[in-house]
């Protein structure tokens, strides 16, 4: 019995797969790269623009050929796509081939779905919020990212910020117990892996529904940083209202966490922050910039921007330019606006048009590439720590790797290398990615 899982959008997304590939294994089944092959197909999906709901959508439609080739293929639909309002009727509508749809808070139950549906023929929905994170985190885990690990340590969004879907489709936050995250951490290193990657919707919210003041970002990343291994910390998604000092401090002061953030600010104006619900000011976010800058002098972020906000001006969006070369992003994520069904900003007055968006991306992009094109500039000529990570697809006898800066790096070396620590010379770049040679201590 062979699977394919088809996974859109975040990291998040990215891990819960490994965590439905786990419980597939489990049961037997073993991946395959073709639709043709597969007994069974899964869309773990993302809802976040509109743009990846139709892609979504495109590619599903295309299996209907291959369920009527193969009564026995079953497919299933989850993510964060499924659990919206009405969602599940409106698929089986448009695709009435599709066997089984379940939402963000029910991926546990996977295997039972499966046998329900193998059992009664019938199809199986469920979308019900049920809680139950013990459950969901002791789910077998097929990883597939390589030297990296990813690790949940919290599920959900309390923000409702105005534009966005998530805390609809993904719930309320939710940590992780703090000794379960870190006995997980310490298990991975055991392992051998090289690099965690810790995930939430907001990190820096840890902690705040579990009543216990020894449960905070800054004392998990406190905890993880004193284990005593060879390996690189990361986390993703910092909102610039929680970030702490003491957070920055603790990463200033740490053995093993990145020097490196993703701070999304999707603005660079007050007015348009305000209307998004961010709650926080441009002067305020980059006077958070500015104390990390000044504690860890070698600090690399990265940020999301959404342009065509509804009212955007052009003043508001050349606040966003100003802003974003102000900062000086290593590396920027950009998207046009799209309207979320059931967000307060569906509801706004003063939609821009689409051509002002697409313009407006553009402009951005151009900006943004001359900056980041300078930043890797910096590096030629530096010896930097490099994690190998995996072999270059496209340069025959080069290895991949990242710098303690979250940069992308590569050079010549033999593949026994990958999973080590190495320093290397940078000798040249190319828009963000180095190239250089390794040097012998
Ligand atoms: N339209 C465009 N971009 C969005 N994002 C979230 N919701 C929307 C939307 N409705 C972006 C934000 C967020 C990133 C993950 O996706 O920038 O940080
Ligand atoms: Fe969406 Fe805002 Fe929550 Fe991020 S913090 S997931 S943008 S609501």
């Not at 151009?366 to 340069?395: F, M, N, W």
Request: net charge positive.
């Amino acid at each position: 019995m062979k699977y394919l899982i088809k996974t859109y959008g975040c990291q998040m997304n990215v891990h819960e797969s490994e965590k439905l590939a786990g419980i597939l294994e489990d049961m037997k089944y073993t991946p395959c790269e073709k639709e043709e092959e597969a007994d069974i197909i899964l869309f773990n999906t993302c809802a976040i623009r509109e743009s990846a709901e139709q892609k979504i959508y495109a590619h599903i439609g295309e299996l209907k050929k291959l369920k009527k080739e193969n009564k026995n293929l079953i497919i299933a639909i989850c993510g964060c796509m499924s659990q919206q309002k009405n969602y599940p009727e409106n698929i089986l509508k448009k695709f009435p081939f599709v066997d089984i749809i379940f939402g963000t808070h029910n991926i546990a139950e996977f295997k039972t779905f499966i046998e329900k549906r193998k059992a009664t023929k019938k199809k199986v929905v469920d979308i019900t919020e049920v809680e139950n994170i013990i459950k969901r985190d002791t789910m077998p885990k097929k990883r597939t990212s390589g030297v990296n690990a990813w690790v949940n340590i919290m599920y959900g969004c309390n923000n409702f910020c105005t534009y966005c879907i998530v805390p609809y489709v993904r719930g309320r936050e939710i940590s992780r117990p703090l000794e379960d995250v870190v006995s997980e951490v310490e298990e991975l290193l055991k392992q051998g892996y090289k690099q965690i990657t810790l995930l939430g919707q907001n990190v820096n919210s840890y902690g705040n529904d579990l009543n216990d003041e020894n449960c905070t970002f800054a004392k998990l990343l406190q905890k993880l940083d004193s284990l005593n291994y060879d390996f690189w910390l990361t986390f993703m998604t910092s909102h610039p209202k929680d970030i702490s000092t003491e957070v920055i401090d603790t990463i200033a002061s740490s053995k093993h966490i990145f020097h490196y953030l993703h701070l999304p600010v999707q603005s660079g104006s007050t007015q348009i922050l305000k209307l998004m619900n961010r709650r926080y000011t441009r002067e305020a976010y980059l006077e958070k910039i500015k104390y990390a800058k000044s504690k860890i002098p070698d600090i690399e972020f990265s940020s999301d921007i959404i342009v065509g906000f509804p009212t955007e001006t052009e003043e508001d969006f050349l606040d966003t330019v100003s802003l974003v070369q102000e900062v000086g992003y290593a590396q920027l994520f950009t998207f046009i606006y799209s309207k979320r069904r059931g967000t307060v900003a569906e509801k706004l007055d003063g939609q821009v048009d689409l051509a002002t968006k697409k313009e407006r991306l553009r402009r951005l992009i151009d900006s943004q590439s001359k900056k980041a094109t300078e930043i890797a500039e910096k590096y030629i000529g530096k010896t930097v720590d490099v994690l190998v990570t995996d072999i270059h697809p496209k340069k025959k006898g080069f290895l991949l790797g990242s710098t303690f800066t979250n940069k992308n790096i590569n050079f010549a070396g033999d593949s026994s290398l990958i999973g080590q620590f190495v320093k290397v010379k940078v000798l040249s770049s190319k828009l963000t990615v180095l190239t250089g040679e390794i040097v012998k201590e």
